[in-house]
């Protein structure tokens, strides 16, 4: 929803205030760095005892220790940010149009929607464990439409101001951790007793937590530094162009989200219970299937992007700044999607280090570059660096990966679960834009990259054995289902 109605928030508020909105999104990840890593080591511990009978009382123990500690951080982060709101809103951002009172206005209401939506994250990470995903996703697709159609309404009927739409934020961050806290106490077991908080319980998970905050501190240095060096650099209105880009790149994770929340959970119980077989085919199937999901997407919006933001956002200036952007920023995003399911099996085994000293060398590396390619050549700068960050991953981290973890399953993944759809996604979707004729009409232009969309995700199920084979078999059950 949120990006459906980016075109619209700009059109009420103009692209500088929705600059604010992409500083909003900045500190969400930013402030990542607190979490500790305690909803990935709810994530996992929920999923260990869910197969394990007689867990209850320490499943609720469990979510009350980490919980109350997850709820400190959220109270800390948003006295912090109102605290900060004058020094940011004066010293940080480089406004043109806004007024600073309406910057300080609107970081302090991004304070205290902060503190609201972060223990979301804790407990959504709860439900995943559980393997509560359809009552998870039920809740969040629901309040993102309030959220997004809420907001739409808020700046069109009542006030087109950053500091409306922020107030909406915070309603709608408060009913939906109301909501997944809620879920997560009623899925679990019951117990006679009471939850308590159990110092315990954080000595037996503080290995596998620091492990996770390790790895979450250095992912944000490499995934936020382009942002925050570009919001203290460019102009707000500047920034507001690379913020939508990155909007666009990041609903790739839309598509892979889902299938990490599924899978990960499950190939933490696979791991328990030591079924290696299991464990490789659910691997490998996961893995086409994300590679079906993400590339033939991501391929297309990384040819069509000029195209697509136009009939997107309605705005020449707008696709202008932005397309190339998106390209980049689109490809480095599909890579990084790919590694997504080989970093939940190192998880699932708790094998943190990895990605530690990875993403370690990777920020002695690319941080500076960061620097040195934002100050010679701006926003296209940071997204070059991002496009080799996350090619690294895939050239050098799943060999090291798979050194440990599975080992003859190196090449099934580089071949079958994503060099296959890969070649399709690049052929199909490029031949397409090659082929594109110059002279198509908007509703023509639309109708065309839809064909070739379908096309390329066509070419891309049917180069990967278990996507083919699980389309076959639906294929059938329809047809015995209509009599066929």
Known sequence: MSFIFIPIYIYFMGIEAYGLVGFFATLLSVFVLLEMGLSSTLNRELAKLSVQPGCGQQMRNLVRTLGLIYWAVAVLIAVVVIALSTYLSQRWVRVENLSPETVRQAVLLMGIAIGLQWPAGFYSGGLMGLQRQVLLNVINSALATLRGGGAILILWLISPTIQAFFIWQIIISGMQTLLLGAALWRGMPESKEKASFQMGILREVWRFATGMFGISFLGILLTQTDKILLSRMLSLEMFGYYSLAGVVSMSLYRLAAPLFISVYPRLTQLVTVNDQVALKTLYHQSCQLMSVMILPAAMVLAFFSESILLLWTQNSVTTEQTHVLVSLLVIGT?????????????????????????????????????????KHFGAIGAAIVWVTLNLGYVLITIQLMHRRLIPKEKWSWYYQDVGIPMTAAVFISGTGRFLMAADLSSGGLFFYIVLVSIMTQCGAIFGTPATRILCKRKIAQIHNYLGV
């Open 334 to 374: 599909a890579l990084s999607g790919l590694m997504n399911l080989p970093y939940a099996l190192q998880l699932a085994h708790g094998w943190t280090k990895l990605s530690f000293y990875v993403n370690l060398a990777s920020v002695i590396v690319l941080v500076p570059l960061i620097f040195f390619m934002v």
